[in-house]
């Protein structure tokens, strides 16, 4: 059981298990988050997996551009795409 000012926290979630003796109780666990994701092909980044509180603190290191948000196969689809555009357009 965490002390008091830990129970409301977002931290935990509050799992109910029931038990022989026929009471409920409640136990805390840690909060499971789902690891950051592309944003085009939801494929897995390749960073380390964080909740989203260390994310916005600036865990997220960001070495290039888009980086946390596309992964590396589609930054250059992007890249290029853009690339194209602009060629297109110059012509
Ligand atoms: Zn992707």
Redesign the pocket.
């Known amino acids: 059981m965490p002390r008091p000012a830990y129970r409301s926290r977002k931290g935990l979630r509050i799992i109910k298990v029931r038990t022989p003796g026929g009471r409920l109780v409640y136990h805390y666990e840690k909060k499971k988050y789902n690891p950051p994701?592309?944003?085009?092909?939801?494929?897995v980044?390749n960073m380390p997996k964080m909740t989203p509180r260390e994310a916005r603190k600036g865990f997220r290191t960001p070495g290039r551009p888009y980086a946390g948000f596309?992964?590396?196969?589609?930054?250059r689809?992007g890249i290029k795409k853009a690339v194209r555009l602009m060629a297109g357009a110059l012509q």
Do not use: I, P, S
């Not at 994701?37 to 494929?43: F, L």
């Not at 596309?70 to 930054?75: K, N, S, V």
């Open positions: 994701r592309c944003a085009v092909c939801k494929r980044l596309l992964d590396h196969r589609c930054l689809e």
